[in-house]
């Protein structure tokens, strides 16, 4: 699973998912760092909006992201210290209309997402280690909170 590319372990600004779909759009990361010895990375992220406009989603950002098929939506794995659990990831859509970032509650190890159609999101979680299949319905589960970006 994680001998593909890109990863959790290994993704880049010069991915080309990196771009929306409609290519007015792409994400980009700064000071990617490994979360823990040989675990996955993260960093702070941005978005970069027809190359004249730069917001940051978030301060500890996974990846890789996928966008949603119209280009509008971005699904990206968020890391979070929690303190009984740990470092966690959660699922954080961005919503490039409304310049708002849906934090979701439910909780990960570490996100592999692959695709975003619509209300879902796809991928895998624990990649390396006991992987579960990931079939996410954005509109059936709980938001922690909605930040403006």
């Known amino acids: 699973m994680i001998d593909r590319y890109p990863n959790p372990w290994n993704f880049d600004n010069k991915n080309k998912n990196l771009e929306s779909v409609n290519g007015y759009h ?3 990361y700064s000071e990617l760092n490994e979360i823990g010895m ?3 990375i993260g960093g702070m992220c941005f978005i970069e909006l027809n190359k004249n406009r730069r917001i940051k ?3 500890w950002c996974g990846g890789p992201p996928t966008w949603e098929t119209n280009g509008e939506l971005l699904a990206i794995p968020i890391w979070k210290k929690k303190f ?3 470092t966690i990831q959660q699922i954080g859509i961005v919503n490039l ?3 708002e970032l849906k934090i979701f509650s439910k909780t990960f190890s570490v996100l592999d997402l692959r695709s975003f159609d ?3 999101v796809y991928g895998y ?3 390396s280690h006991k992987t579960k299949t990931l079939v996410f319905d954005t509109t059936k589960e709980k938001v922690e909170k ?3 970006i």
Request: hydrophobic share 30%; proline share 8%.
């Open 125 to 127: 979680d624990s990649p």
């Open 84 to 86: 009984w659990k740990g």
């Open 97 to 99: 209309k409304t310049e």
């Open 38 to 40: 040989g675990g996955p």
């Open 26 to 28: 792409k994400v980009v």
């Open 118 to 120: 619509k209300t879902f």
């Open 57 to 59: 989603i978030h301060d």
């Open 146 to 148: 909605i930040i403006k």
